[in-house]
């Protein structure tokens, strides 16, 4: 009883409050509409109750508040500041006032709805114009009536109204951040009133239906001259003609008109985009949408879900695309108004199919179709998502790994590692890697396990900890993804093209050139035939223009024909290192086995006859045709597939002859160290060239093996351990393959050593001959 | 000089005590809240060792029949009934502990998986909100992420709503009926998942203990928690206190975690926030506070209401449900207003 009373005074004691208050609330009583609110939430809450005397009495008492809290102050401040609302306002307290005397729970639901959207569009109104008329704390005032953002965190318009009172804004700057997020909260309070309304009207809730049809018609007259300005005169005025046939809860097309109205409203955005905020959207847009069928794929399995995780996260990005056509829709609707119906159309397939756990064939088809009617909207480019989607949202993600860190779910925090890798490998690393090596490099090992220093992601997530380190490491690669933007941000001149051109060539193809030139040179001077069936040409050539077509070939067929996935594009990368270095090290363990032990030519030339044999599929022979097709294809294709990858990004961010300039360029370079080291083979003696040949392939062996371990370990095959006695420098781990991970180093020094000793074994055979 | 610009000149001069007096306040409300958790963390602790301590003495009786439950309630029937009567008495009182500090607890980064654990995870075959522990029980097999040790695992053991669970069918009130749950229940998982109970509390008083209370945990707190108060209701509508059918929830009305709960975050906000919130802006911290007092009020009304035999039907449960949870939109929206004031990261 004591509690009761005491809440049937807590109005009366903020109208006393009001009273005594600030110099702002004495000018405006939000208080009491507050109060107004509060109380007739309470009141609406009793009617759902059967009534007796004493619910009778205490509600009336409550109704008594809710008049004195209109007609007191209120009333008369709207008056003064919105007068337009003050006559509808006064028939909704009147009507509220006779439902709520007849116990009418569905006609009180109306009603109320009503007083409190009047309220609401009366404050709105009154904000604005006193920030035009200067009035700064009378706007503050009557901004307190007011609806929040329910998702988007959105605090511009408080922000703003603080900077107004401080004097660090012009109170008609605030006056445009103030109207368009009230707009977009209103415009997004629109939708939800009329998404339950449909709701209640299925559930058969006749009073929730009641209070959201009237929420719903008292924002569309808050809205009504945005809407006008927005949409033009005849759709507003099909709005208003809808919204006319909602007066009446129980009619049987009531569904289609809600319907009706949300298809109206589809396009509606009460303030435009900026270019930079709608590319922003249209690149996130097309990322969600390609990124659905490849977590469904993953998530799904003949109907039934695989892995829980991904199938959440497939519905999740779904959810996403959506609500990013929900702010681009006005912008697609009025670019290409088929495009837009069509694209709505296929985002309920897929969720409906995302629902019924569906083929993945057809998610994947939608989720094409899609991206494509976004690319023919908004040109490629943007479509592509590419690396400015991927920087905006990595540190989102990175920030939702560090919250399952903290609440010690590393299992999702390594879930969540792995999406943030994959956003930046394919789009943010590839951009990356040509421009800024040492960059793109250091980010990577972050990922992984970083360095003895400053441990990684991967490191800390399988340890469980420490959560500082992680927060250290997130804030490390949100400064980096910063840098990247940066870079990627700045367009390149055309030297820049021309030298990060050239760069790409020799850091990935010198390689490859120097054994191939080691190789020839080595075959040559064993005075092997070239040509025909048994010489060394047809396998080397072979094995290059393989590779050649190979890359261009994978490059080609992913994205079209099958996905390739980060990790797998990593493995693959490291496989083919270490089959190459494999077949290195039995090549250069020849070589020096021929340098230094006697009688050499002789022993070569009795096995060309064996090499001839070997080709025609014959016996095991001197370097057989195999050895040297699959040295040759596998050296190329290594870095074939990356290097085109490269380019093919480079080639976004640059003009493309300075590019193609740069390329041929350090085409020339390389053929010119190939043709200096086949000039040595003529100048040299060839017990010295062998020697020279030697040793550059047992370095390049060595280089081979730390690429192809460091790839497994990108692929989380083969752990990592950082080691603080090696130097971290990019330039060791980009030209010779040197990182400072104790795995990788091992089996390089193991490779190294192997060679010495069959050096040195070589060495003392010869001295004993 | 008029009276408003002899206010506003007031204010300016008053405006670094107003700081201080709120750091001041802030850190002693922020102390407070600690050691209210603390509290109950201790109390839980203590229920949960008694709990243990019935359960011990439940699996003694079954095991000494060589794990015949049959033979076990022919011969002692009376004292297992007392036993059961006794422990499910004793969760009780466990899990209101529980429930009011659940609110913080879940909305500190550094402490909510104990909230996964005890009481609001999942079990590993769901794909998210997974309670990540492992439960071994007396007789050497260890359960691999079986969900939350309150309500997925002893809640409806100890009512008789996990029928793996059921060992016996068995009159426990001596009524000449056996009803649903009346049983004799495993006394192997019951022992095991009261040991875990008592260990997971012990470690939830250590991270407790161990937390520095600060402004980020706390706006994270509310801002995380407050919004939850519509699927508490979802699952009190679900409930048998509504549907009429027999569910999950049955020791107690999922109002009480409701309860609990949002006078955690009432709590967190009055005491350690709302002198901050003042600071900054008098206005948002009334409004702020008494949406807190309206959703408090309306959870408190409809708990009594239900305690006091009320049947909802389907429309006003739904009603409720969306009610609070615009409130609780709405309190969480004007939270963030003023954490942007504040310039304070919210973390999750």
């Known amino acids: 009883m004591i509690a009761q009373a005491a809440r049937l005074f807590l109005p009366v004691l903020a109208f006393l409050f009001a009273a005594f208050g600030t110099v702002a609330a004495a000018d405006v009583p939000w208080q009491d509409a507050e109060a107004l609110r509060a109380e007739s939430a309470q009141i609406q809450r009793r009617l759902f109750r059967t009534p007796d005397t004493r619910l009778h009495e205490d509600v009336a008492a409550r109704l008594e508040a809710v008049r004195g809290l209109w007609s007191t102050r209120l009333r008369a401040a709207y008056e003064e500041a919105a007068p337009s609302k003050v006559e509808a306002v006064d028939k909704a307290v009147t009507a509220f006032a006779e439902a709520v005397g007849r116990w009418d729970p569905e006609a009180s639901a109306s009603a109320r709805a009503r007083v409190w959207t009047g309220l609401l569009d009366g404050a709105f109104r009154a904000a604005l114009s006193s920030l035009d008329a200067g009035r700064v704390e009378e706007a503050a005032g009557w901004l307190n009536i007011r609806e929040y953002a329910r998702t988007s965190r959105d605090t511009a318009a408080s922000i703003a109204m603080r900077e107004v009172r401080v004097g660090r804004m012009a109170p008609n700057e605030a006056r445009g951040v103030i109207q368009t997020e009230l ?93 930079d905020e709608r590319d922003r959207r249209v690149q996130l847009l097309a990322r969600f949408l390609a990124l659905v069928p490849v977590e469904y794929e993953k998530g799904v399995r003949n109907g039934e879900i695989a892995i829980p995780f991904e199938y959440f996260e497939a519905g999740l990005f779904r959810d996403r695309a959506e609500m990013l056509f929900g702010d681009l829709g006005y912008d697609l609707a009025a ?74 779910n590393w299992e999702d925090a390594e879930l969540k590692r792995l999406e943030a890798y994959a956003l930046f490998d394919p789009d943010i690393e590839q951009r990356l890697m040509p421009r800024a090596p040492a960059l793109a490099l250091k980010m990577e090992a972050d990922f992984w396990e970083g360095s ?17 380190a992680l927060t250290l490491a997130v804030a490390r690669m949100k400064a980096a993804t910063q840098e990247a933007a940066r870079i990627l941000d700045t367009r390149l001149s055309g030297l820049g093209a021309f030298l990060q051109s050239l760069a790409i060539l020799l850091r990935e193809g010198l390689e490859a050139v120097l054994v191939l030139a080691c190789m020839i040179g080595a075959l040559k001077a064993s005075g092997l035939p070239a040509r025909g069936a048994g010489g060394w040409r047809r396998p080397v050539a072979g094995g290059v223009l393989a590779a050649l077509g190979g890359s261009f070939a994978l490059w080609f067929a992913v994205g079209r024909l099958f996905a390739l996935s980060t990790l797998q594009r990593e493995l693959l990368e490291g496989l083919s290192a270490l089959a190459a270095a494999a077949v290195l090290v039995y090549v250069t363990h020849w070589i020096f086995r021929k340098s230094y032990v006697g009688d050499w030519i002789a022993e070569i030339r ?64 390389a053929a010119g160290v190939g043709y200096v080291m086949l000039g040595l083979e003529a100048r040299l003696p060839v017990s010295a060239f062998f020697r020279l040949t030697g040793a550059l392939l047992a370095v390049l062996c060595v280089v081979l093996v730390g690429s192809g371990i460091r790839g497994l370990q990108t692929a989380a095959l083969v752990s990592a351990t950082p080691v603080a006695w090696f130097p971290d420098r990019p330039w060791l781990q980009i030209y010779l393959g040197l990182y ?15 060679l010495a000793i069959s050096v040195f074994g070589f060495v003392r055979q010869r001295k004993a001959v | 000089m008029n009276g408003r610009g002899l206010v506003l000149a007031a204010a300016l001069l008053l405006a670094p005590v107003a700081g201080v007096a709120a750091d001041d306040a802030e850190g002693l409300g922020l102390a407070n809240v600690k050691e209210f958790t603390l509290e109950h963390s201790r109390g839980l602790v203590a229920q949960a060792e008694l709990l243990e301590a019935g359960l011990a003495d439940y699996h003694a009786l079954i095991a000494a029949h060589g794990g015949d439950y049959a033979a076990a309630w022919a011969a002692e029937g009376a004292r297992l009934a007392e036993r059961i009567h006794t422990i499910r008495a004793l969760w009780l009182e466990a899990s209101n502990h529980y429930e009011t500090i659940e609110g913080i607890v879940a909305g500190i980064p550094e ?137 999950a929830f049955v020791a107690q009305s999922r109002l009480t975690d409701v309860e609990g709960i949002m006078s955690g975050c009432r709590r967190m906000y009055s005491q350690a926030l709302s002198p901050v919130v003042a600071a900054i802006d008098a206005d948002l911290d009334s409004r702020i506070t008494a949406g807190f007092e309206e959703l408090l009020g309306l ?40 954490a942007a004031k504040a310039d304070v990261q919210i973390r999750g």
């Open chain 1, 740 to 754: 400072p991970v104790g795995e990788a180093l091992l089996a390089q020094a193991l490779v190294a050593a192997f």
């Open chain 2, 111 to 247: 402490t909510a998986k104990y909230d996964l654990i005890l009481d609001a995870g999942n079990p590993g075959t769901e794909s998210e909100d997974v309670a990540e522990y492992d439960l071994p029980l007396p007789d050497g097999t260890v359960l691999k992420r079986p969900g939350n040790l309150f309500h997925t695992i002893t809640e409806p053991l100890f009512w008789g709503m996990d029928e793996k669970g059921v060992k016996l069918p068995a009159d426990l009130n001596g009524d000449g009926k056996v009803t649903r749950g009346e049983m004799l229940f495993d006394a192997n998982l019951g022992l095991g998942a009261a040991q875990g109970l008592a260990r997971w509390a012990k470690a939830l008083e250590a991270d407790m203990t161990a937390w520095k209370p600060n402004r980020e945990d706390a706006l994270t707190s509310v801002v995380v928690m407050t919004p939850t108060v519509g699927d508490y209701f979802g699952e009190w509508k679900e409930s048998q206190f509504i549907s009429g059918e027999i569910g």
């Open chain 2, 299 to 338: 959870v408190e009304d409809t708990r009594a209401r239900e305690a006091a035999g009320t049947k909802f039907g389907a429309e006003e449960a739904d009603a409720l449900g969306n009610e609070a949870q615009d409130i609780a939109d709405r309190i969480v929206a004007m939270v963030l207003q003023a």
């Open chain 1, 183 to 275: 707009l977009g909260v209103y415009a997004g309070e629109l939708r939800k009133a009329v998404a339950e309304a449909r709701d209640h009207r299925a559930a058969g809730y006749e009073v929730q239906l009641a209070g959201s049809l009237a929420r719903a018609a008292g924002l569309h007259a808050l809205l009504s001259e945005s809407l006008a300005a927005r949409l033009g005169a005849q759709k507003t005025g099909e709005i208003a003609e809808a919204f006319t046939r909602l007066d009446d809860p129980q009619a049987p097309d009531l569904d289609a008109t809600l319907m009706r109205i949300e298809a109206l409203l589809a396009t509606y955005a009460p303030a435009s985009l900026s270019p």
């Open chain 1, 335 to 408: 670019r290409s108004p088929q495009a837009f119906d069509r694209l709505s159309a296929i985002l309920r397939e897929m969720q409906a199919l995302i629902a019924q756990k569906g083929g993945g064939t057809k998610v994947a088809g939608l989720a094409e179709e899609a991206r494509g009617l976004v690319a023919a909207a908004y040109g490629t480019d943007l479509s592509k998502g590419g690396y400015g989607a991927a920087l905006s949202l990595l540190p989102d993600v990175l920030d939702e790994m560090l919250a399952a860190s903290a609440a010690e």
């Open chain 1, 606 to 669: 009795r096995k060309a006859a064996a090499a001839a044999k070997a080709t025609e599929g014959g016996g095991k022979g001197y370097l057989g045709w195999f050895t040297l097709f699959s040295l040759s294809f596998l050296v190329v294709f290594r870095e074939g597939f990356e290097t085109v990858l490269f380019y093919e990004a480079l080639l976004i961010d640059a003009p493309a002859l300075p590019v193609l300039t740069g390329l041929a360029a350090g085409g020339v370079l």
């Open chain 1, 452 to 468: 003895a220093a400053e441990p990684g992601f991967s490191r800390i997530v399988a340890a469980r900890g420490p959560g500082d």
